[in-house]
């Protein structure tokens, strides 16, 4: 079993500011996912990472396979990037554990 | 053209009905999932199924059966439902073995059981 953490579960900034969230787990993994849930539900795959640093426009996401460690930035943040963010793990054969989701608004 | 399409979007129905919930992409993937997101908005794999090889959670009920008639479709079966089965499920597909790559969701179908 892969116990899959994320901080904060919720966090509230002001438009342009640097967002940071967080996703740890226990066992070692093969991949990680960043995925993002708009407000009216509908999920996108952002990011699948096995190590380093991956960038697509304002999003970073990066990996610290040692430490068990990934983060997920928004630059220049965006009310329209307000959504949950939900990390997942891939582990062992076919194993497949979410984080409960950071819960992010921007406010203009 | 919908990659990844889920019908019915909201499925209400009494306990103890049967119900299916089916899934098609047309993306050429070789792997399926279904997922049941709770009203925690927690996502939980249900089923992956590659190349005609299923893999099933070990926690989802035996009520709850995938069924594929081609690598096109996965549609989710589900009987005697349960006033626990009410969530919003969501299909999903991707390229290679479980979690081996991006996986593309349908916009999910909202269950509620009375």
């Known amino acids: 079993k892969n116990e899959v953490e994320q901080s904060p579960q919720n966090l509230t900034a002001q438009e342009g500011e640097f967002i940071t969230i967080n996703c740890s787990y226990s066992?070692?993994?093969?991949?990680l996912h960043w995925l993002q849930q708009h407000p009216g539900g509908g999920i996108v795959s952002l990011f699948m990472?096995?190590?380093g640093k991956k960038k697509h426009g304002r999003l970073i996401a990066t990996i610290n396979i040692q430490e068990k460690h990934s983060s997920l930035h928004i630059t220049a943040s965006h009310p329209r990037d307000s959504a949950v963010y939900i990390c997942?793990?891939?582990?062992?054969?076919?194993?497949?554990?979410f984080g409960k989701g950071t819960h992010l608004i921007i406010q203009p | 053209d919908t990659a990844v399409s889920q019908t019915p979007k909201y499925l209400v129905t009494q306990m103890g009905n049967d119900k299916s919930i089916k899934c098609e992409q047309n993306?050429?993937?070789?792997?399926m999932y279904w997922y049941k997101q709770d009203s925690k908005k927690f996502l939980k794999i249900m089923f992956s199924?590659?190349?005609?090889?299923?893999?099933i959670n070990e926690t989802v009920p035996n009520r709850f059966s995938p069924k594929s008639p081609d690598k096109a479709h996965l549609n989710l079966h589900i009987n005697s439902l349960e006033l626990g089965d009410s969530a919003v499920y969501f299909c999903?597909?991707?390229?290679?073995?479980?979690?081996?790559?991006?996986?593309?969701f349908g916009a999910g179908t909202r269950l509620s059981v009375l």
């Open positions: 999903a597909s991707g390229r290679g073995g479980v979690g081996k790559n991006i996986q593309y």
């Open positions: 066992v070692g993994i093969s991949a």
């Open positions: 990472l096995s190590s």
């Open positions: 997942a793990v891939v582990w062992g054969a076919d194993g497949l554990t």
């Open positions: 993306l050429g993937h070789d792997t």
């Open positions: 199924y590659n190349n005609k090889e299923l893999i």
